[in-house]
């Protein structure tokens, strides 16, 4: 089996690369925010404060999220309900983030990761996939990009799918997070030592996926 990581900051591209990546190479890709997200969803839809590791984690034996591709997409759900589209909102992002830096919530999803790259030749997104899911990972990119690129991105993003957010409050909010998930105790946000930085402020997305592969095809060769 093949893994590659794809860690950065919010906003960085992380997931557009990946999912280009894998269609390329014929791998899965696990968004493994949208696993963040969905137990900040659960949190919302039952009061509990998503910095109270106790009660949350009194919740995980109810907790039951499934991952699932459909025509190369992941889908995820929580009991029977798809909830795609719903973690995808500003608020559900500070609750993902939130949850994601208690110890008890990233040990109670390590393995359900792990289990993914077990199985198949993957690329897992995330913030600590190169440092602590997949340590002996074959490939590890670490993805960057300036602040407010970022934020536009997210920005444009959020827009097109018709929800009503000003720039300056992405681009805040997306700062807030980036402190948050880079500065907690528990695997922050940070390059794993043998990982490779791609900085693609100044870059589109072909670009990157472009040097995104010869990063691969350096590190795999002819193998994969
Ligand atoms: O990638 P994303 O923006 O969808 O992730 C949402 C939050 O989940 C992010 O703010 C931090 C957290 N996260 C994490 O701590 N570790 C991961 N591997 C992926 C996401």
Redesign the pocket.
């Given at each position: 089996m093949y893994s590659i990581a794809i860690?950065g900051p919010?906003?960085s591209g992380?997931?557009s690369l990946a999912k280009l990546l894998a269609k390329e190479l014929g791998y899965i890709h696990v968004?493994?925010?949208?696993?963040?997200?969905t137990i900040?969803l659960y949190a919302r839809k039952n009061d509990i404060d998503p910095h109270d590791e106790k009660t949350l984690s009194e919740h995980f034996d109810n907790i039951h999220i499934k991952v699932d591709w459909i025509d190369g997409n992941q889908h995820i759900f929580l009991d029977d309900d798809d909830v795609s589209t719903e973690?995808?909102t500003p608020e559900i992002?500070?609750y993902?983030?939130n949850?994601?830096?208690l110890p008890k919530v990233?040990e109670f999803l390590l393995e359900m990761?792990r289990d993914f790259a077990r199985k198949k030749d993957v690329i897992?997104?995330?913030?600590?996939?190169g440092t602590?899911?997949l340590p002996n990972a074959d490939v590890k990119i670490f993805l960057k990009a300036d602040d407010e690129k970022r934020a536009m991105r997210r920005y444009l993003e959020l827009k097109e799918k018709g929800q009503d957010v000003e720039y300056e409050k992405v681009y805040e909010e997306l700062i807030l997070?980036d402190k948050?998930?880079s500065t907690?105790k528990t695997?922050p946000?940070v390059p794993a030592q043998d990982s490779v930085i791609l900085d693609n402020s100044d870059i589109n997305l072909e670009e990157t996926l472009e040097k995104a592969l010869e990063i691969v095809n350096a590190k795999l060769g002819a193998e994969r």
């Open positions: 860690d919010s906003g992380k997931s968004d493994t925010g949208a696993i963040y997200r900040g973690i995808r992002s500070m993902a983030s949850v994601s830096a990233r990761q897992m997104d995330g913030r600590d996939i602590v899911v997070r948050n998930d907690r695997a946000c």
